[in-house]
């Protein structure tokens, strides 16, 4: 067993949402999740692809029903994931039909829908609105979410509004253009009707396949939010990223830098890819923000003329030995230039300090002098279990 992903300190405040057995925002950790890719309807095919997303540690999974025949697959799949152990919570994708996501709540912990597209139909119409116009069409709005309201109070379940930036209804677009303004508005108006019939238990996300439109609108939800008293959870993701390398790094760009914000409670990284290769890399993305640590996190130099020993054959083996610790910082530098100052961050060091020795620091502390590169990384574990930090892989570790 692998040690349970750590939790940082620094993230914005929200309130607490429990999707089946998983918690989302306030105290709990950065949730990772997918969306299966199997026509809903093919059972067998939904299950097997749950099984590889189980395998691969996604916390909340999202299928997509979009007829009552999908509808009507979801009690079959629960049972196939039960017959496998699989315990996940499942999230029904609803567009266009709101009657599908009143039925979905009885067999799912969670219900997505677009509000550019549920209650409207996109006509690409311009209009001018008057605000009494506009009070009407919310009106309208009202009286199509009210079923949905209460088969969600009914099943105890989740929703999450998911703002997309394609999607914006003509309504929205006509008030206040394509843009995160917009965007944020438009889950705003369904936000403000969910509250005035008190139901609370709600995420949100603002996807675009541009990171900084998505980033831009997150930030702007955040604001809005906390200017009308509003703490719902944040889900973060770029949509249509892509596959690849490309895919990743726009991800990483648009998820990661809302992270670093303090942003964000659980986050999808969407890739035209297996769905379940989508795991490790939202993974990498929360472990490269120290947003949720899977692992050791290690800080090493490119290399110099100055470097006193073979850095990338050693820094493998310091990855090899140590990965497993789970929250620990641990720092590989070349030589003394730059190493004690750039390794500030670090939990323990290895520093070279000339041909074939090494400094081993906790901190900025110098705890070793010297020492032997042959034997450097077995005494670099030698402290670490002096320092109590040390578990052996397989054990799994207290958070």
């Known amino acids: 067993m692998n040690s349970p992903p750590v939790r940082p300190s620094f993230r914005r405040l929200s309130r607490l949402v429990r999707i089946g057995d998983v918690t989302v925002g306030g105290d709990a950790p950065i949730r990772i ?12 095919a939904c299950v097997e692809e749950i099984g590889r997303l189980h395998r ?24 196939g994931m039960q017959e496998h152990g699989i315990s996940r919570p499942l999230v029904a994708d609803i567009h266009f039909n709101p009657p599908l996501a009143v039925a979905a709540c009885e067999f799912v912990e969670k219900v997505r829908i677009n509000p550019g597209n549920y209650a409207d139909r996109k006509q690409f119409k311009i209009r001018e609105y008057t605000d009494v116009q506009y009070a009407e069409e919310l009106e309208r709005v009202e009286e199509t979410l ?11 379940r989740v929703l999450r509004i998911g703002t997309n930036h394609g999607s914006l209804s003509d309504r929205v677009m006509n008030h206040y ?8 508005q438009s889950a705003l108006e369904f936000l403000r009707i969910f509250r005035k019939h008190n139901y609370h238990d709600i995420v949100l996300s603002m996807k675009s396949s541009n990171p ?26 770029v949509t249509e990223a892509g596959s690849g390398i490309e895919g990743r790094i726009k991800s990483a760009v648009g998820i990661g830098g809302l992270l670093v914000d303090g942003l964000g409670d659980t986050i999808r990284v969407s890739l035209t890819e297996p769905s379940e290769n989508e795991i490790p890399a939202a993974q990498a ?22 470097t006193f020993f073979d850095l990338q054959t050693t820094t493998v083996q310091i990855k090899e030995r140590t990965a497993h610790l789970t929250g620990v910082k641990i720092a590989v530098m070349g030589c003394v230039v730059n190493g004690p100052g750039e390794m500030a961050d670090a939990d323990f060091g290895y520093v070279g300090a000339g041909p074939g020795k090494i400094h081993l620091y906790k901190g900025q502390t110098l705890i070793e002098r010297n020492v032997p590169s042959a034997v450097a990384v077995d005494r670099l574990v030698d402290l670490l279990r002096e320092e109590g930090v040390w578990f052996e892989p397989g054990i799994t570790q207290t958070a």
Not at 177 to 184: A, F, I, L, Y
Not at 212 to 237: K, N, W
């Open 146 to 156: 009210l079923p949905l309201i209460t088969s969600l109070k009914k099943h105890r």
């Open 212 to 237: 900084i439109i998505m980033m831009q609108a997150y930030r702007l939800l955040v604001q809005r939010m906390d200017e009308e008293g509003m703490d719902y959870p944040l889900h973060l993701g």
């Open 285 to 306: 993305i929360l472990q490269a923000t120290r947003a949720r640590l899977y692992k050791a996190d290690f800080i090493s130099c490119p290399s110099c003329g100055r």
């Open 33 to 44: 999740q997918s969306m299966l890719t199997s026509n809903t309807t093919d059972v067998a």
């Open 56 to 79: 691969a540690d996604c916390e909340i999974i999202r299928l997509t029903v979009p007829n009552q025949k999908s509808v009507d697959a979801l009690p079959h799949i629960r049972k």
């Open 177 to 184: 253009g394509d843009s995160p303004e917009g965007m944020v």
